[in-house]
């Protein structure tokens, strides 16, 4: 349990929350303008805030009122009036790739819809969305996104799944699959993986056109295509099946993108698709079962990117409730691998039964 804090203390933290957005973007700004950096560079001796205005072409009154916003943000600490020094959680702002690519996430996709949320969850849709246009779903609009939300959207993506792939790989070639089908694919990367670990191995990417257009021109430079198939199907759908004939079905982060009533829809075409013998696996970063606390923070506001601009219904699961969609789906969990690798993921085997 957390410690009950005194009057004075919740109240202090309530001022966090009413002012957080804001501070947010100072601490942006600092990043993006290089002061942090350059405090950084000065780690040794202290940054004199008159040279950061000289170097970076800044005007005092501007870094001093970014600054002192990080101060309170305990990102940096003043050594006097005009010397300053970056703190270990200014360190992890500007150098930790886990933060980069939250803050960027955060800024370049959600935050100028976020001002939705109540809109989102009354209307059950992702209202700030809206924000890059008249989209559905943020899946739907990916190939057309900015640049910058583009790019800040597939890093995120990316980040949270390429470490565990190494261990994936490891799991799901045990038994030498023949044929994978990569469900939800997007730019091609497992199938490009499984590729890259097994020469014989051949890859079924299936996911919108607007994803498998990239995935296609991905494969065709990294010469995959002769070995990567493709298969467009909107999941939600339900007329549209999977086909049969995979030794393997992967979905990797793929099912979070989905309502519970959803998922088992698309579990259930995925029973139809599959033999006794298909190996069934699910990769997710699970909200119950990580190891760190800053791990699941940022499970936990991806749910909320979710609400807000993926669409309307999703969120991050866990693992038990995956197990319990799964089994309401015909079938059955064989096999479970927690938190594999130093990756935030597990994944659940599971098997088709009649």
Known sequence: MKKELSAIDAKFEAQKLAWGPIYFQALVSLRDLGVLEYIHKKRRVGASISDICAELKISDYGVRVLLEAAAVANVVDYIDDDNITLTKTGFFWIKDELTRVNINYVNDV???????????IVNGKAEGLKVFGDWNTIYEALAVLPEKAKTS????????SSDAFPYALEIVMKNKPKYIFDIGGNTGKWSFACCEH?????VKILDLPGQLNVAKQNALEKGFADRIDFHQINLL?????????????????FLDC???????????????????????YIMEPFTDNQEYEAATHSLVGTSLYFTIMANGNSRMYSVKTMKELAVEAGLTVAEEFNLIGNSYHSIIRCKKIN
């Open 110 to 120: 959600c935050y100028e819809g976020a001002k939705s949320l109540t809109d989102c």
């Open 153 to 160: 959207w597939f890093e995120f993506d990316h980040y949270y």
């Open 198 to 202: 097994n020469e014989e191995v051949k």
């Open 237 to 253: 759908d339900s007329f549209q099946k999977i086909p049969q004939g995979a030794d393997v079905i992967w979905m990797s982060q």
């Open 258 to 280: 989905f309502s519970k009533e959803e998922i088992v829809v698309i579990l259930k075409n995925v029973f139809q698709a599959a033999n006794e013998d298909t190996d069934i």
